[in-house]
């Protein structure tokens, strides 16, 4: 694991987490409806299950590069086909209506509903197949695997818990709501300058 390599891991996954979504609405709402402890709960259970299926993929491509090459090829460009979509849907991002969530304000709920969001969503294993199939290669050890998938739990884990902790207030979703569409549009920006910077790379061989 190059340095280069980790911090490209370590900004699609963060541009990945603060990007709004289903998930940023659910930790907003119970840290709103249930408090602090509730949005912490939701942090923490969201976490878990992003670390899931961040284990997952990175493990299962291992086989696909030992079985095939030619896959692992196209798994590499869809992968970066697929950022490139992420990017291009955020840069073209309009605003819309939020839907609310309705649900009593328990910790049971805040901890079923994290975990679920993320456990439950496919689009979650194919960005993390899309992301470690621009990092992983048959010389990466078990060790580097591990701190791949590790480091998206933990990015992950820690921006839902600072979203609860910093959004207890109100007055702080309000604000998100005028935002986010260009929170959206920046993230989208990125994601397609990465995605580029990765079929550059695909196509020197590296």
């Known amino acids: 694991m190059t340095l280069a ?46 670390g899931i299926y961040a284990f997952l993929s990175i493990l299962g491509l291992a086989a696909v590069i030992t079985a ?39 910790t049971r709920s805040a ?25 992983v290669g048959t010389d990466t050890t078990l060790l580097a695997k591990a701190g791949y998938a590790s480091t998206a739990l933990v990015i992950d884990t820690g921006w839902y818990l600072l979203v609860a902790w910093l959004f207890s207030s109100p007055r702080w979703l309000a604000a998100l709501q005028r935002r986010a569409v260009w929170f959206e549009r920046v993230f989208g920006a990125v994601l397609v300058g990465l995605a580029g910077r990765l079929v550059v790379g695909i196509v020197n061989g590296r």
């Open 68 to 106: 095939s090459p030619t896959a692992f090829a196209l798994l590499q460009w869809g992968g970066a086909g697929y950022l490139a979509w992420l990017g291009l849907k955020g840069l073209m991002a309009r605003p819309s209506n939020d839907e609310t969530l309705p649900e009593p304000p328990t």
């Open 111 to 135: 901890a079923r509903d994290g975990f679920m969001i993320a456990f439950l969503n496919p689009k979650i294993a194919v960005f993390f197949l899309a992301l470690f199939s621009q990092v």
């Open 5 to 50: 390599t980790w911090l490209t891991v370590v900004t699609i996954c963060v541009l990945g987490a603060m990007s709004p979504g289903p998930s940023l609405a659910l930790v907003l709402k119970q840290t709103l409806s249930g408090g602090r402890r509730n949005g912490v709960i939701t942090a923490l259970s969201h976490g878990l299950g992003i």
